[in-house]
Nanobody, 123 residues
């Protein structure tokens, strides 16, 4: 499985971005997908996850109410809609696949990772 994250960029505080995570390979609709981020000098942290069907989602408290994760299994793509962005959201955002299809916040439970896309929020 290969993942390609895209959609990052520079945005002002209060603005919006939509990240995409396109997957190749079979059985995508069986997998859960998570978004993580890593800011300079900080550890990678969980942002959001969606289960195999899209029927269940989970968010970090820091993004709840502002970010929305969704998926289109026909397009083998997961999205992260980010609204009301804050400077503290600045980070490299990564998508990753969890093979059991269940939502996890622990990055060690994810098997495949994309290359990351940079989001910069200016104040």
């Amino acid at each position: 499985v290969q993942l390609q994250a895209s959609g990052g960029g520079l945005v002002q505080a209060g603005g919006s971005l939509r990240l995409s995570c396109a997957a190749s390979g079979q059985f995508f609709s069986s997998y859960a997908v998570g978004w993580f981020r890593q800011a300079p000098g900080k550890e990678r942290e969980f942002v959001a996850a969606i289960n195999w069907s899209g029927g269940s989602t989970y968010y970090a408290d820091s993004v709840k109410g502002r970010f929305t994760i969704s998926r289109d299994n026909a397009k083998t793509t997961v999205y992260l809609q980010m609204n009301s962005l804050k400077p503290e959201d600045t980070a490299v955002y990564y998508c990753a696949i969890e093979l059991t299809g269940s939502i996890r916040s622990d990055p060690n439970r994810y098997k495949y990772w994309g290359q990351g896309t940079l989001v910069t929020v200016s104040s």
